[in-house]
């Protein structure tokens, strides 16, 4: 186990399109976040995991976002009825955490969503 | 409302040149970390830190957490364009769930 890996690296798509992203946290690792980012700004927080749990949805994530981690591993998040204001670049983060733990996020590179 | 601002936002030297890069907020973080993310790629960790008035060092960058744990300062000492980069700055906020608020970003590029 390397890192945080997220697939597709690249996804273009027609607007109206649903997508579906997904993320492989580093193993041991129980809490998984999702951020978008948009060029040249940084990283906002959509929503986050402890285990299967999602404990946090931003109000960013509109109806159309939905994430799940259902075995408390990887995760995906899928856009229903694609926009263009939906591209960006969407990354995944994983981390320890716990009482008395600093969490340390750790980045996957990240996907590129173009809505055509 | 951004909780963590970054000055500058941009920041354009020659290599060899020292800078600062600052990172503010009102509010109290039980960490900070900070990140660097070259175009394309996702944010790399550099360090975190931890105490109030700590400061890391790594190589040519040092990190400091101010006292009251709401201000951080990345001072790079003679500059290379490897350093190129977008650089940002993420505090964790205790709570009843834990998350990281990132920082504006400073868009640091470095001339030969």
């Known amino acids: 186990d390397t890192g945080v890996s997220q697939n597709p690296r690249h996804k273009i798509t027609k607007r109206g399109q649903n997508v579906t992203f997904r993320c492989d946290p580093i193993?041991?690792?129980?809490?998984l976040y999702w951020y978008r980012q948009t060029l040249g700004q940084g990283p906002e927080f959509l929503t986050y995991?402890?285990?299967?749990?999602?404990?946090?949805k931003s109000r960013l994530l509109s109806d159309r976002f939905s994430a799940e981690r259902p075995k408390g591993s990887f995760s995906t998040l899928e856009i229903q009825r694609t926009e263009q204001g939906d591209s960006a670049m969407y990354l995944c983060?994983?981390?320890?955490?716990?009482?008395?733990?600093?969490?340390?996020?750790?980045f996957g590179q990240g996907t590129r969503l173009t809505v055509v | 409302t951004q909780l963590l601002e970054q000055s500058p936002q941009f920041l354009s030297i020659q290599e060899g040149e020292n800078l600062t890069v600052y990172c503010n907020s009102s509010?109290?973080?039980?960490?900070l970390q900070w990140y660097r993310q070259e175009p394309g790629e996702g944010p790399v960790l550099l360090v975190t830190?931890?105490?109030?008035?700590e400061v890391k060092k790594l190589k040519r960058l040092t990190f400091q957490f101010g006292d009251a744990r709401k201000d951080s300062s990345l001072h790079i000492t003679a500059a290379q364009p490897g350093d190129t980069g977008l650089y940002l700055c993420a505090g964790l906020r205790r709570g009843n769930t834990d998350k990281l608020i990132f920082g504006t970003g400073t868009r640091l590029q470095v001339f030969p």
């Open positions: 193993s041991e690792h129980n809490r």
């Open positions: 995991f402890q285990n299967e749990a999602q404990l946090e």
């Open positions: 983060a994983s981390s320890l955490g716990g009482q008395g733990i600093h969490t340390e996020a750790f």
């Open positions: 509010s109290v973080f039980s960490s």
């Open positions: 830190v931890v105490t109030g008035g």
